[in-house]
T-cell receptor, first 114, second 116 residues
Framework: AQSVSQHNHHVILSEAASLELGCNYS??????LFWYVQYPGQHLQLLLK??????LVKGIKGFEAEFIKSKFSFNLRKPSVQWSDTAEYFC????????????FGQGTELSVKP | GAVVSQHPSRVICKSGTSVKIECRSL??????MFWYRQFPKQSLMLMAT?????????EQGVEKDKFLINHASLTLSTLTVTSAHPEDSSFYIC????????????FGPGTRLTVT
């Protein structure tokens, strides 16, 4: 079945550690790719998005993601995490083969220890 | 930036009653709005796509008679959970799409529904 998969359910890091969260999708055709963050008790916020062009996209708060078309992947990275990055992270894909609906991955809970 | 509001933020209702949740785009018009449901520690599941002036499109497995969606204006969509049951308890999130540029979606803060 077509889907969006996030590899890690829960990631625990110490401050200043590097972060990489995996995201793979199985939709064909043209896709737009997104990472959202949900801080505890808050609503979803867009971290970054890829529509076209440079496959390495930079977002807010020092996050970046790389679109690798051949691997159907859009992994999220941050060189040095902070305690304030503790949140739930969602990868999402908009596939035009699916009528342009935004489909979310399962989410990855990131806990950063001070 | 584009802002989407939801009301109420939390609601507790008795089993068998109906609950209406409002979703508003505050500073833009949205022909299309989306309703998602999020269970604890899980992802957002798309329930339906709400189109202004026409019937909503429901995802497979979502009961349209139970989750009534009305998109009467370009800034307001409502979700009514009819004859609510405890298993309907969840976090409901709406999203509105800007119909220009990249057609980006903006999310509301969500509504926590608890059915007792």
């Amino acid at each position: 079945a077509q889907s969006v998969s996030q590899h890690n359910h829960h990631v625990i890091l110490s401050e200043a550690a590097s972060l990489e969260l995996g995201c793979n999708y199985s939709y064909g055709g043209t896709v737009n790719l997104f990472w959202y963050v949900q801080y505890p008790g808050q609503h979803l916020q867009l971290l970054l998005k890829y529509f076209s062009g440079d496959p390495l996209v930079k977002g807010i708060k020092g996050f970046e993601a790389e679109f690798i078309k051949s691997k159907f992947s859009f992994n999220l990275r941050k060189p040095s995490v902070q305690w304030s990055d503790t949140a739930e992270y969602f990868c999402a894909v908009k596939s035009y083969n699916q009528g342009g609906k935004l489909i979310f991955g399962q989410g990855t809970e990131l806990s950063v220890k001070p | 930036g584009a802002v989407v509001s939801q009301h109420p933020s939390r609601v507790i209702c008795k089993s068998g009653t109906s609950v209406k949740i409002e979703c508003r785009s505050l500073d833009f018009q949205a022909t299309t709005m989306f309703w998602y449901r999020q269970f604890p520690k899980q992802s957002l599941m798309l329930m339906a796509t709400s189109n202004e002036g026409s019937k909503a499109t429901y995802e497979q497995g979502v009961e349209k008679d139970k989750f009534l969606i009305n998109h009467a204006s370009l800034t307001l969509s409502t979700l009514t959970v009819t004859s609510a049951h405890p298993e309907d308890s969840s976090f409901y999130i709406c999203s509105a799409r800007i119909e220009r540029g990249w057609n980006e979606q903006y999310f509301g803060p969500g509504t926590r529904l608890t059915v007792t």
